[in-house]
């Protein structure tokens, strides 16, 4: 049989090789006499516990977390073999450019002399996109364990330095403060890292064109500021940060936000641009808090998703909310509390007259506790919502009563959709996947929605409908 993958020009091959895992890659090396070096000349090395034999692979169960003594001997097996095997790669890999360098493994101070080598040398071939996930396939925690790797910025203080566009660190720390700066750097990811307020603010002085900036389970930041120094910030991420106290953004090029933290002070009106915000709580009183001050923190957004969990203690919506001025499409996610579901909906129409788009999204189905003060749904006409989501629902009877509501509100809705799960919006573009397939369409006027809307909602079938 003819072999037509040979004969291609070795560019081509070579980019083919980049797009497979690091290790079937070198598997390629046996297939023939030109094959047998065309490994060490890729540009996307991407080194995980797959590089292993299967029998130091974790399982990751109960069983398995108990047993310290194999545990602790098997880690010390895993991180040799895994360094040694990334060692020896990266000394045979010949090529002058590097792409991509992902590690993806539980690693530690212990090991900084080996991943140092690992960075310099990529460092050295312009990588571009430099990833560590120190974290991954860690399932153990012990009493005694080690301190993590400490990232050396020093590195970074050659004026070579100019390619790393993408920086991902997960569980190091930083080493060092004297460095020139990330002179491309435009995505900027820290997670489970300590990091203190000057440390960031350091930071992110030296990053001139820093576009996205991800901080996650980040311990000992206190204020966070985004300056209007920081001229290219598009996409700020901030979760799990704990000991943060006070947010202030004031960059005129922030767009999109994504917070998941406690409820604390956020500041954002120096920020015109700051259009796109997901905030995730777990604490039901955000709720309350969504159509009080959320209004005044984000004056100029657009597009809000609300990812709200633990309803019990949400208390009482006000009937004459704050004003959402220019919001045009609101995202709900939350464990719904089915008497007083119907009366949200009606306070966030009133606190958003421009909205054209709701979705309704159901994380789970929360039962009052008995006594608990039922919220009237508020009277109020809406001249501007168009299209309307509901998922998680199911053929609950709450569903007939969101609808009823919203058809007696909304004077303008043409489309209503119903599916049986949610599929999540990616927090940066917003999109989910545009030609879903629904089950049943129908076009129906406005009076017999209700009369057939059991029927289309039979068997849990995602349903579109189309108001005339």
């Not at 516990?49 to 029998?55: A, F, I, R, T």
């Not at 895994?82 to 690693?107: E, N, P, W």
């Not at 307020?197 to 064109?209: A, I, K, R, T």
């Not at 799990?240 to 202030?248: H, I, N, P, Y």
């Amino acid at each position: 049989m003819e072999d037509r993958l040979s004969i291609l020009p070795e560019s081509l091959l070579l980019t083919i090789l980049s797009l497979l895992p690091t290790k079937e890659a070198v598997r390629t090396s046996v297939l023939s006499k030109r094959w047998r070096n065309l490994w060490t000349y890729i540009v996307n090395l991407n080194f995980d516990v797959s590089l292993l034999p299967p029998q130091l692979h974790y399982k990751k169960t109960y069983l398995d977390r108990l047993r310290r003594e194999l545990r602790y001997v098997k880690k010390q097996r895993r991180a040799d073999l895994f360094i040694a095997i990334v060692s020896q790669f990266m000394r045979a890999h010949r090529s002058t450019k590097l792409d991509t360098l992902k590690i993806g493994f539980c690693l530690f101070s212990d090991h900084s002399n080996s991943i140092d080598e690992w960075i310099s040398t990529a460092i050295a071939a312009d990588v571009e996109n430099l990833e560590l996930d120190l974290e991954a396939d860690m399932i153990y925690i012990t009493e005694d364990e080690v301190a993590p790797y400490e990232f050396p910025l020093h590195f970074l203080a050659n004026q070579s330095v100019k390619c790393l566009k993408l920086l991902r660190l997960v569980r190091c720390d930083l080493r060092g403060a004297d460095f020139i700066g990330f002179r491309a750097l435009t995505s900027l990811h820290l997670e489970i890292l300590t990091l203190v307020d000057e440390q960031l603010e350091n930071l992110l002085s030296h990053c001139v064109h820093l576009e996205k900036l991800r901080l996650i389970k980040c311990s000992k930041l206190v204020t966070l500021k985004i300056t209007c120094s920081i001229v290219h910030l598009k996409y700020l991420m901030v979760f799990g940060c704990f000991d943060l106290k006070k947010v202030e953004l004031q960059s005129e090029s922030l767009e999109s936000f994504v917070y998941g933290t406690r409820t604390i002070p956020i500041t954002s009106q120096k920020a015109p641009n700051l259009v796109k915000c997901y905030l995730r709580q777990d604490n039901g009183s955000f709720i309350r808090l969504a159509v009080t001050s959320v209004p005044y923190q984000f004056p100029h957004l657009q597009k809000l998703m609300l990812d709200v969990r633990l309803v019990a203690n949400i208390g009482i919506l006000p009937d004459v909310p704050a004003m959402f001025t220019s919001l045009k499409h609101l995202i709900l996610s939350v464990e719904m509390d089915i008497n007083n579901v119907v009366s949200w909906i009606t306070r966030f129409l009133k606190a958003a007259p421009l909205l054209q788009k709701l979705e309704l999204h159901r994380s789970q189905i929360f039962q009052p506790y008995e006594g608990k003060r039922i919220q009237e749904p508020l009277k109020c006409t809406h001249n501007h919502l168009e299209t309307v989501e509901i998922s998680g629902l199911g053929r609950h009877w709450i569903v007939e009563e969101i609808v009823a509501i919203l058809l007696d509100i909304a004077s303008k809705l043409r489309v209503l959709t119903f599916r049986r799960q949610w599929t999540e919006k990616d927090h940066e573009t917003w999109e989910t996947e545009r030609d879903y397939e629904f089950q049943r369409y129908a076009v129906l006027r406005r009076q017999d929605v209700l009369m057939q809307l059991a029927g289309l909602l039979a068997g849990s079938a995602d349903c579109k409908i189309t108001i005339l």
